[in-house]
């Protein structure tokens, strides 16, 4: 009798089985999109305070050099603007927004406090949704840090809109380079991660080679020539206290570079006649010999969790790019392409090398999966080398060198995916470049 | 006798007469010239005797030299280049010396040409012999393309010049009551569909096209989705009137409960989701998202208006897959900025299946275009 029931039951489930089936959604599979810029506006800042005023373009000059410096986004030119942003508090008006293709618009204001320091705050709109992305911000520092409060704001928006860290607030240590290839003058400098104030920490009178900074963006480790032979010091940024790391007669020490507590230091040392890698703890001076191969093992960096190292040896007969593990083991080799692959830097994501690659007469700055899998070759020159990771792993800044007697090197920086390759802005030459991590 | 007999004879004897003896045999006289004999001395018979002189051919002219440079270039250094040069100095001669003979080889006689008026030979034609090919040949010279077309063809329309904003080209009318201000035709530039890097750029010497024919396009599998749709529709009733004979089910089948949203019309052609695929495409722009947000793949509801423009306030995440929160969001956002923009000024679909297109479930999937 049951059976009969739901026999029948299903019957008439069927008869309106028409009916149901016209009740669901169309439903469209989207698999194929475009690769643009964003357009963005960021009218200049309102006004809140007339002693504000000058920064009021400023800041927001900066916002949209940051934000167009991406290539992810576009600056709408401000002679299209159609209605100006009189006041922080008033509602956008979408519309005219819209009508120019905006598709975010920053607005924001400017103002000096009571104690003095300038008050910056922002907003984020989604303009064709017609709402705000996320909350507002508002930042405060001396005046004689709006560049920082503008890339504070840029950072923020960037973040909030692509997903990526933000990377805008943060500076780049290099060698400045100036005079003929042949009696070139070194020294070492620091700038904003844009090239803007740059201030030199050497004098010039010595090689200097390969800053690279700390974790905690105060200190800078680098080889110098000071005593005829290569070795490491440890700069102060903030004080330009110098210390000499390592001082073992009859060795030469190069290529460090900082592991991710700060304290660890992982570098190359010569001695006896073979090259190997050694880290060394700052505090107490201990070293700890990490590979012993009679080939030229060096340019050692840390994983972000430190407990891996990647390096270029030439164990194999040409050089190669292995990992090993701090606790030992032998190391795994993951460079298998065609040339010579050196200088590699781990990503701060943890998830990619990048890398200097040469081959048939080219240089190539690229970057590889940890097992080496997916090389992507992005660069290709007479001379790329020295790749460094900006504090969100999406952007590699690099040394770039123009063929000839005359050339001159130059900071490069290119987005991961191989777009947007655009020179830095420096005034002079520059090499070695090491970005640090987001200021604090 | 006939007389007649005797008539002949006489006749045929006397024409024989005259033959023989009035001179019918007699031969005709030759022509008689004169001239006068004079006697001549010997020198004038040697003259007479001495053959002429052939007609000389021209001697072959001597190549012409070129004028001479007034401004000689300095000559080359040899190894010899410190020897005096040498000249014809009278002083320079050792006294004594005899001169050397004048050479006259200038002023001799050219050898006569000889004349000859057998036919010229005709140079005797290389020996045919197998050759090798060569290695490259050169490539055929493509057919010149005429220059004047067959039939007169209308200008190709002038591009749109690249602004912000996408608007029509508009031209007075001149019979319009308030004529309308003209206005040029602007689009927002073209976007790139695919990530070249520096290391990857071709050459110039390589081709810009390849003449490879475009691969098939993959099959819509909004094809697959309708009968999928139908079984699992057709399905749920069941279920729904098993469960509610089972006592199971707490809540009717939407279907049941909202019978008056049953669409109307014949469902949207291939043709026509295809379209509405490709104008949100057009506008999905994934340059700007993270990596994190490159691999979520997320759904989205929207619901229309009947003139094709999206409910900006309906837009919602229906279903995500393989991001987290934050790459949630951003993907959302950017499907989401997708469909309100290209759909500002109404998508283009069949009103008259309004019925079958008011909700749509868009699910963006980045798989393609992800940085690998």
């Given amino acids: 009798m049951m059976r009969m029931i739901l026999t029948l039951l299903a019957v008439l489930g069927l008869l309106a089985a028409p009916v149901a089936a016209q009740d669901g959604p169309l439903r469209i599979e989207i698999t194929e999109g475009v690769i643009e810029p964003m357009p963005v506006a960021v009218p200049d800042f309102v006004v809140g305070d007339g002693a504000a005023r000058e920064y009021a373009s400023r800041i927001a000059r900066v916002v949209a050099d940051d934000l167009s410096g991406t290539g992810l986004f576009r600056e709408i030119p401000r002679e299209a603007f159609i209605s100006p942003i009189t006041s922080f508090s008033s509602p956008v008006q979408f519309a005219d927004w819209k009508a120019i293709n905006a598709q975010a618009l920053v607005s924001g204001a400017v103002e000096i406090g009571q104690d003095g320091r300038l008050v910056v705050k922002f907003r ?99 080889t110098s020539y000071s005593s005829g032979f290569p070795r490491i010091y440890l700069m102060d940024v903030a004080s330009l206290d110098l210390r000499a790391l390592e001082e073992q007669p009859g060795s030469m020490s190069f290529a460090p570079r900082f592991g991710p507590d700060g304290r660890t230091v992982v570098y190359s040392m010569t001695r006896g006649g073979t090259t190997d890698i050694y880290t060394l703890d700052i505090d107490s001076g201990t070293t700890r010999r990490l590979t012993r191969s009679p080939s030229i093992d060096t340019a050692p960096s840390f994983s972000p969790d430190g407990t891996r190292i990647v390096f270029e040896s030439d164990r194999s007969g040409s050089q190669q790019l292995y990992i090993m593990s701090l606790d030992g083991g032998s190391p795994e080799r993951i460079s298998f392409g065609q040339g010579r692959y050196g200088t590699p830097v781990w990503s701060p994501r943890g998830d990619l090398i990048a890398f200097t690659k040469q081959s048939k007469g080219r240089f190539h700055i690229g970057v590889m999966r940890l097992d080496g899998s997916e090389e992507r070759l992005l660069t290709a020159s007479f001379l790329d080398e020295g790749p460094t990771w900006s504090p969100n792993g999406r952007v590699i800044m690099f040394t770039r060198e123009s063929q000839g007697a005359d050339g001159q090197a130059s900071l490069y920086s290119v987005d991961i995916t191989g777009r947007n390759l655009k020179r830095m802005r420096t005034e002079t030459g520059a090499s070695d470049p090491s970005w640090s991590p987001l200021l604090r | ?220 599998q909004a094809v697959a989705e309708a009968p999928q749709d139908d079984a699992a529709d057709e399905a749920d009733p069941i279920r729904a009137a098993l469960e509610e004979a089972l006592g199971g089910a707490d809540e009717p089948a939407p279907s049941a409960a909202q019978p008056s949203d049953a669409p109307a019309g014949p469902p949207l052609s291939q043709g026509e989701r295809d379209a509405l695929r490709v104008a949100v495409q057009n506008c999905w722009n994934v340059g700007s998202l993270s990596s994190a947000a490159l691999a979520t793949t997320v759904v989205v509801g929207v619901s229309m208006g009947r003139d094709g423009r999206p409910d900006v306030g309906s837009v919602r995440l229906i279903g995500s897959e393989g991001g987290s929160g934050e790459a949630v969001n951003r993907a959302f956002e950017a499907a989401r900025r997708a469909i309100i923009v290209c759909g500002s000024s109404g998508y283009d679909l069949p009103e008259d299946k309004y019925e079958r297109w008011r909700d749509i479930e868009m699910t963006f999937n980045p798989e393609k275009m992800r940085i690998k």
């Fill in chain 1, 124 to 222: 984020l709109y989604d303009v064709f949704a017609g709402q705000e992305l996320g909350e507002g911000l508002r930042f405060a520092s001396a005046p004689e840090g709006w560049r920082r409060m503008a890339h504070k704001v840029a950072d923020a928006v960037y973040t909030r809109i692509t997903g990526e860290g933000p990377y805008f607030d943060s500076r780049v240590a290099f060698v400045a380079e100036t005079g003929p290839k042949n009696a070139r003058r070194k020294r070492l400098a620091v700038m904003d991660y844009d090239g803007a104030n740059v201030r030199y920490l050497t004098g010039g009178d010595d090689i200097v080679l390969a800053p690279r900074f700390s974790p905690d963006g105060e200190k800078i480790l680098f």
């Fill in chain 2, 1 to 220: 006798m006939h007389a007649g007999h005797y008539i002949s004879g006489a006749g045929h004897l006397g024409l024989i007469g005259w033959l023989l003896w009035g001179g019918g045999f007699a031969p005709t006289p030759e022509p008689f010239e004169v001239s006068e004999v004079a006697v001549i001395s010997s020198e004038e018979y040697a003259a007479l005797t001495t053959p002429e002189p052939v007609p000389q051919a021209a001697p072959q002219p001597a190549a012409p030299s070129p004028p001479e440079d007034t401004d000689t270039p300095p000559e080359r250094p040899t190894a010899d280049a410190d020897a005096p040069p040498a000249r014809d100095d009278p002083e320079a001669a050792q006294p004594g010396t005899p001169d050397r003979a004048p050479d006259v080889s200038g002023l001799q006689r050219p050898a006569p040409a000889e004349a000859d008026d057998s036919s010229p030979q005709r140079p005797a034609a290389p020996p045919e012999s197998a050759t090798l090919a060569p290695d490259t040949s050169d490539r055929p010279t493509p057919r010149p393309a005429p220059r004047v077309a067959p039939q007169p063809v209308a200008p190709p329309e002038p591009d749109a010049r690249v602004d912000e904003v996408r608007q029509e080209e508009r031209t007075p009318d001149e019979g319009a009551d308030t004529p309308a201000e003209p206005q040029e035709a602007t689009a927002p530039e073209a976007a790139a569909t695919e990530i070249v890097t520096e290391a990857e750029e071709a050459s110039a010497a390589a081709p810009r096209t390849s003449l490879r024919p475009r691969a098939r396009p993959a099959a819509p």
